[in-house]
Nanobody
Framework: QGQLVESGGGLVQPGGSLRLACVAS????????IVWLRQAPGKDVEGVSC????????HYADSVKGRFTISRINAKKTVYLQMNNLKPEDTAIYYC???????????????WGRGTQVIVSS
């Protein structure tokens, strides 16, 4: 059974950077799109970014465009989310999830990881 495990979260000051990693096991990552989503306290889940499986095309929510970069290294079964110029409103639990393709609304219908906490605070 396929699994995704996130890592790289932590406490960072506003303006700082973090790189999250999503490592897949039990399935071939190459064929799947990977979505990063987040959930802030008391708020709904929000799609952040997606990278396609076949074409590797990237997509970003308006709230993170120009600050976050998604990338993948299939040989390492890993997808990264580089987060720069972090803001307090980026504070959330970040999840990665698999899907057959990137959807317009960043919905993810496949396997989800358990999440990694990101706190942006001075």
């Amino acid at each position: 059974q396929g699994q995704l495990v996130e890592s790289g979260g932590g406490l960072v000051q506003p303006g700082g950077s973090l790189r999250l990693a999503c490592v897949a096991s039990g399935f071939t990552l190459d064929y799947y799109a990977i979505v990063w989503l987040r959930q802030a306290p008391g708020k709904d889940v929000e799609g952040v970014s997606c990278i396609g499986g076949g074409d590797g095309r990237t997509h970003y929510a308006d709230s993170v465009k120009g600050r976050f970069t998604i990338s993948r290294i299939n040989a390492k079964k890993t997808v990264y989310l580089q987060m720069n110029n972090l803001k307090p409103e980026d504070t959330a639990i970040y999840y990665c999830a698999a899907d057959n393709f990137c959807r317009d609304n960043f919905a993810a219908r496949g396997t989800w990881g358990r999440g990694t906490q990101v706190i942006v605070s001075s």
